[in-house]
């Protein structure tokens, strides 16, 4: 079974030693805990610190604040997610591009939708533009997954309008995906958005010679 991924861009120093990784799964994992069963308004660092059975100090050691321990809880979920992702690009090279993204996108949806709840809650206390922020990191993640589909499918593929509509469709993707996330419309499902998503790709997506974006 593999470990849970650690949340580098949250962290203000990377553990090295199991014990001290640990240590930041635990705070993560009280997190959640706090969160889950008191809010925002009871989450501040020394109550994750005690839920999680570590010091204050041994807290701010590793996350500069109580905003960066909330950005580790999302960052983890979404390497996760990642791991789902690259699985599903790594055994897939000769699927079309539309059963490729509706298989990522449903991927990615399934492993998030357990943390809608503590998205509405980071999201109200955390910016979300911001270059740290959740968007950006999404945004890496599933701009490189993009870009790599593109240079290694066979029969080479591209975006229409190159980096411009890269940027459109993925930025899109993410504003759309976590603000369903976090708000859960009875009136749009999983599968629906899904399918919106890959419609978006077919007005975008062109045939061409392989080349980097």
Request: contains cysteine; charged residues 20%; glycine residues 8%.
């Given at each position: 079974?593999?470990?849970?991924?650690?949340?580098?861009?949250?962290?203000?120093?990377?553990?090295?030693?199991?014990?001290?990784?640990a240590?930041?799964?635990?705070?993560?994992?009280?997190?959640?805990?706090?969160?889950?069963?008191?809010?925002?308004?009871?989450?501040?660092?020394?109550?994750?610190?005690?839920?999680?059975?570590?010091?204050?100090?041994?807290?701010?050691?590793?996350?500069?604040?109580?905003?960066?321990?909330?950005?580790?809880?999302?960052?983890?979920g979404?390497?996760?997610?990642?791991?789902?992702?690259?699985?599903?690009?790594?055994?897939?090279?000769?699927?079309?591009?539309?059963?490729?993204?509706?298989?990522?996108?449903?991927?990615?949806?399934?492993?998030?939708?357990?943390?809608?709840?503590?998205?509405?809650?980071?999201?109200?206390a955390?910016?979300?533009?911001?270059?740290?922020?959740?968007?950006?990191?999404?945004?890496?993640?599933?701009?490189?997954?993009?870009?790599?589909?593109?240079?290694?499918?066979?029969?080479?593929?591209?975006?229409?309008?190159?980096?411009?509509?890269?940027?459109?469709?993925?930025?899109?993707?993410?504003?759309?995906?976590?603000?369903w996330?976090?708000?859960?419309?009875?009136?749009?499902?999983?599968?629906?958005?899904?399918?919106?998503?890959?419609?978006?790709?077919?007005?975008l997506?062109?045939?061409?010679?392989?080349?980097?974006?």
């Open positions: 079974m593999l470990e849970d991924p650690l949340p580098r861009a949250s962290l203000s120093k990377i553990p090295r030693q199991k014990r001290a990784i240590t930041v799964h635990s705070i993560l994992d009280a997190g959640i805990r706090v969160l889950e069963h008191e809010g925002i308004e009871g989450f501040t660092s020394n109550r994750v610190a005690e839920v999680a059975g570590v010091s204050p100090g041994s807290l701010y050691q590793y996350f500069a604040n109580k905003e960066m321990v909330m950005a580790g809880i999302v960052e983890r979404v390497l996760s997610a990642e791991r789902q992702i690259r699985a599903v690009t790594l055994s897939a090279v000769d699927l079309p591009p539309s059963t490729l993204v509706r298989q990522i996108a449903s991927a990615l949806l399934m492993s998030l939708e357990p943390y809608g709840a503590l998205l509405a809650e980071i999201l109200t955390t910016p979300v533009l911001s270059g740290t922020g959740l968007a950006a990191l999404l945004e890496t993640r599933l701009g490189d997954a993009v870009r790599d589909f593109l240079l290694a499918h066979p029969i080479g593929y591209g975006i229409r309008g190159g980096r411009a509509g890269l940027y459109v469709m993925v930025n899109g993707a993410i504003f759309v995906g976590l603000k996330l976090s708000e859960r419309p009875a009136f749009v499902s999983r599968e629906e958005l899904v399918e919106c998503f890959v419609a978006q790709l077919d007005t997506l062109v045939v061409r010679p392989p080349a980097a974006l």
